[in-house]
Structure formats: structure tokens, C-alpha cells
């Protein structure tokens, strides 16, 4: 049996046009956009369809765009009879995930991940935060690089995305500075990111407080199907888990080169990138090239799909 799992890209996938072509031809999946209007009493889908990106790249505007687009292409993909075995989203995507395995409905996890944008928006003042992305480097020796420089400035590890490709989070002048350190320990490069705050740092400790709060009165489901978690690699199906883990990961680093070892350690062999972009499945490619990843946003895209699916057992 072909093993699937269905993937969900998390802020920064955002893009003008998302999910377009998919609503035009389908009542069911417009509805969905309509749905995600009414529950925030905000017109989210001509930010998502017309823009302007800067709009749309608000925290707590990319959130709901990103799970509504990555729900509604799920749904597709489950309406033409190809079912996932397996869930996992990078940070925001794995509200997406908790929704295709029936843990949220689609209006509360559009209502929260509004709100844990707006916690995460607050959390910490414009300008104070950072994040950059450091290149050609070992885990290990970042860890120790931002060990160092936490002596005095806060900055920790964010995502581990890939072999080589790690990003780091926390104040302005402690990112800056490990990115220094980090260059002279033999990393190849440091990217900083163009991000509206510190996300998986300890910066982040009041939007995770918040969002307890909010989370806390959720009615949620056991998965149908494992989740795994951003913040320790686990298969997540249990409610009291799951709750556990919409806290931790605000403020912990997102394990993604490891959720996706974790996966193929499963027996997954086909990756379902599910939204707009094709950043997951760049990264599944480094991860293992031997992976079979795809990437539904479009008509063709889903097609494609479609169609190698009839060679799926």
C-alpha cells in the first residue's frame, strides 16, 4: 500500500491569487472562502484573490488565507479519492493538518489561528524582533553559536527546515550577532527574513499564554488520522496532546527536517503539498530525493495528482 501524507505550508507561502482557479470551478470550495468571511466578519477573500500582498502578509491575515487555501485543496484532494495517511503542517499549517484529521472544525481553526495571529502581532513591539536564516551549517554548532550570544541577547533556533538549512529567531541585535558568529564558525551564508516578529522564540511566551486561554474552550476530537508534532516528532492523536502541542509550538522550534524523517520512518513515500507555493516539497527533496512530492494550488496541479494517483495501491 502506498503510504500518503498530506503536508501544509505555514506563513510565507501567502500569495496574491491563492486558491483561485480552485474556487472559480467549485461551489463547495468557494464556500469555504465565504465561510472563513463570515466567521471573522472580514472580507479575507479578496485579500487572498486581488491582494495587495502587504495586506494579506499581516500576520493575522496570512494565517486564516493560509488555512482556509490549505483546507480547501485537502478537501479536493479527498473529493477525488485520494486520502491521507498521515498529517503534518509546518507551524500555522499544522492547524490545516489538525482540520483534515478532524480534530477542529474548519470555522473554530479559522477563528483561532485569526487570533493566535493578533497574540503573535502584539506580542512583540515592530522592530525589536528578527529572524534569519543561516546556511551550510550543522545543527550543533548553531546551537552553540546561539547558546553563546544568549548570554546576552535572546535568540534561539526557530525551524530546523532541512539538512543545511536552519532558521533562527529572537531579538534584532542577539540575531544579528549569531548570524556574525555563525558566518565566522563557517556557515555559507545568513539570509535575514523579511518576518513581522521573533515566531518560535521565547519572545513569543505572551501569545502562547494567550492562546491557552483561547484554545482552552475549543471542542476538539481525537485525530483520525496521526498528526505529527512540530515540537518533538511525535504521532499526535490524542486531545489533551494536541492541546499541549498548539501552546508549546508558538514559542518552541518547528522539528521539520525530523517530522518528515519521522514519516518515511512510517512508510510514507508519497508527499501532498496542499496550498499555495512549493516550499514543502523543496524540502522533502532535501530531505529524500527518493520522496514522491506534489504540489496542488491549481486545476492542472491537482490533475496531475489525480492521475498518478491511479498508480497508488
Known sequence: MTKIAFIFPGQGSQQVGMGAELIANDEKSKALYDQANAVLNLDLTTLMLEGPQEELTLTYHAQPALLTTGVMV?????????????????????YSAFVTAGVLTFTDAVKIVHQRGLYMDEAVPAGVGAMAAILGMEAEVLASVCEEISATDVVQIANYNCPGQIVISGTKEGVEKASALAKERGAKRAIPLTVSGPFHSSLMQPAAD???????????????????????STLLTDVESIRQEMVAQVTSSVQWEQNIQKLLDEGVTVFIECGPGKVLSGLVKKIDRKAATYCVYDEASLAQVVEAAKEWS
Not at 78 to 84: D, E, L, Y
Not at 211 to 226: C, D, G, K, R, Y
Request: proline letters at 5%.
Open 74 to 94: 485537502a478537501e479536493k484532494l479527498k473529493a477525488a479519492g485520494i486520502q491521507p495517511h498521515y498529517a503534518a503542517g509546518h507551524s500555522l499549517g499544522e
Open 210 to 232: 494567550q492562546l491557552a486561554a483561547t484554545i482552552a474552550e475549543v471542542e476538539m476530537q481525537a485525530s483520525t488520522i496521526p498528526v505529527v508534532s512540530n515540537v518533538n
